[in-house]
T-cell receptor, first 114, second 112 residues
Framework: DVKVTQSSRYLVKRTGEKVFLECVQDMDHENMFWYRQDPGLGLRLIYFSYDVKMKEKGDIPEGYSVSREKKERFSLILESASTNQTSMYLC?????????????FGPGTRLTVT | DQQVKQNSPSLSVQEGRISILNCDYTNSMFDYFLWYKKYPAEGPTFLISISSIKDKNEDGRFTVFLNKSAKHLSLHIVPSQPGDSAVYFCAAGSGANSKLTFGKGITLSVRP
């Protein structure tokens, strides 16, 4: 079974803090993704990575950066947290060129910025 | 520009009846489609998918239908069970390594 873990289930940070969200997958997947989920807006892609040290902007990258130094780990960084970044953050991974294109998601991190 | 649309935010059905969840898309380059199910405070889990070369895919109580000419797909759940109550996301992609585009989701409630 694929397992995607996220460092925290719940996180509370103050405005202006630098925030690190960590994601680890144990299935040697090349592709990894960061999304945020907000009511009425669905899942929106922030950044994704096709492989180690590779990164691509998604649909809403502003205010975020990422790091992929090891294949199993994909980090999302909020350089200076703001209240509009309060959201549920979801990490996902996928085998490149897999038979079916589904992504496997972690349990999510509920981030509150006050 | 929303390329994957789930126009109904919610659906309520009686246990044992059929649930039909709809999804429309605008990008004709999409060549595969997926449905995810999400419970509160959990990550989405993959439910079922369909390639654009097919018009139907079935897995137990879940069937996805694809109408390419109408750019429309639907998920049928028969019979619906209370445990099916969740948010369902439709997603689409083009090419094996492409990103997925998700709809806004629909909240399904199955009444006992």
């Amino acid at each position: 079974d694929v397992k995607v873990t996220q460092s925290s289930r719940y996180l509370v940070k103050r405005t202006g803090e630098k925030v690190f969200l960590e994601c680890v997958q144990d299935m040697d997947h090349e592709n990894m993704f960061w999304y945020r989920q907000d009511p009425g807006l669905g899942l929106r892609l922030i950044y994704f990575s096709y492989d180690v040290k590779m990164k691509e902007k998604g649909d809403i990258p502003e205010g975020y950066s990422v790091s992929r130094e090891k294949k199993e780990r994909f980090s999302l960084i909020l350089e200076s947290a703001s209240t509009n970044q309060t959201s549920m953050y979801l990490c996902a991974s996928r085998l490149a060129g897999g038979r079916i294109y589904e992504q496997y998601f972690g349990p999510g991190t509920r981030l509150t910025v006050t | 520009d929303q390329q994957v649309k789930q126009n109904s935010p919610s659906l309520s059905v009686q246990e044992g009846r059929i649930s039909i969840l709809n999804c429309d898309y605008t990008n004709s380059m999409f060549d595969y489609f997926l449905w995810y199910k999400k419970y509160p405070a959990e990550g989405p889990t993959f439910l079922i998918s369909i390639s654009s070369i097919k018009d139907k895919n079935e897995d137990g109580r879940f069937t996805v239908f694809l109408n390419k000419s109408a750019k429309h797909l639907s998920l049928h759940i028969v019979p619906s069970q209370p445990g099916d109550s969740a948010v369902y996301f439709c997603a689409a992609g083009s090419g094996a390594n492409s990103k997925l585009t998700f709809g806004k989701g629909i909240t399904l409630s199955v009444r006992p």
